[in-house]
């Protein structure tokens, strides 16, 4: 796992892998045993044997086109994090499905996207069964001239009480950048946590002016800027 770490920056810990890098599985750094279904473009992991340890789904690289992840946990008392560092320099559309039915399971997902040109991302996260966990964090940054559009619907199913979901983007863009959130919640039963955030975070004139003073180039500060924005992704 020291390539992950030196090449994207990942944490690693101990934990069962998967891992894909620029789209394509990566059998020789993966070690999991669960099943895994590819079709075209869509990958299906299903988490159906239990782990002591965490199950951890790193997804690096550079994406383009339509991709589709599709995550099913269908056992009791599993963690499992997924671990998203990806860039596009093409339009790319990802779209996340994420379905737990495994009793006090929970998913966990960190999101860091560089989008250069066009990108779309869905995530619909489904709790069929009663206290289960689902937590995505997503972090975008959106350069010069592109267009950024992010959807997030959570469902709880009815009879799924003390579930726990949270969908939350944030989104660095620069002045010309265009950004669409979309948030959405279809909830049936009552749950022990329900949360839905989007924020837009750009820096504060003085702020910029102040690294301006300190010699930084323009370069510089954006990538200054970067570095604060997602130090607390990973």
Do not use: R
Request: hydrophobic content about 40%; glycine content about 6%; overall charge neutral.
């Amino acid at each position: 796992m020291n390539y992950l770490k030196e090449e994207f920056n990942i944490k690693t810990f101990p934990s069962e892998t998967i891992v894909f890098h620029n789209g394509i599985f990566i059998k020789n750094l993966s070690d999991s045993k669960q099943e895994i279904i590819f079709t075209d473009n869509k990958t299906k992991i299903i988490i159906n044997s239990f782990s002591s340890l965490p199950i951890h789904i790193i997804y690096v690289g550079e994406i383009s086109g339509d991709i589709d992840l599709n995550f099913e946990i269908k056992i009791p008392n599993q963690k499992v994090v997924f671990t998203t560092k990806i860039k596009n320099k093409n339009p790319a559309f990802l779209n996340i499905f994420i379905k737990n039915t495994g009793k006090n399971s929970n998913f966990n997902g960190n999101f860091l996207i560089q989008n250069y040109c066009s990108f779309s991302l869905k995530q619909i996260a489904q709790h069929f069964s009663k206290n289960t966990g689902i937590f995505l964090n997503n972090k975008i940054i959106g350069h010069s001239g592109t267009k950024t559009k992010l959807y997030g619907i959570s469902k709880i199913e009815l009879g799924c009480d003390i579930c726990s979901s949270d969908i939350n983007f944030a989104v660095l863009a620069a002045p010309d950048a265009e950004i669409l959130f979309s948030p959405n919640q279809q909830i049936s039963s009552i749950p022990e946590f329900a949360g839905h955030s989007a924020f837009l975070w750009q820096a504060k004139q003085p702020v910029i002016q102040y690294l301006s003073s300190t010699g930084l180039s323009l370069s510089e500060i954006k990538k200054v800027l970067e570095e604060a924005f997602t130090n607390d992704i990973f």
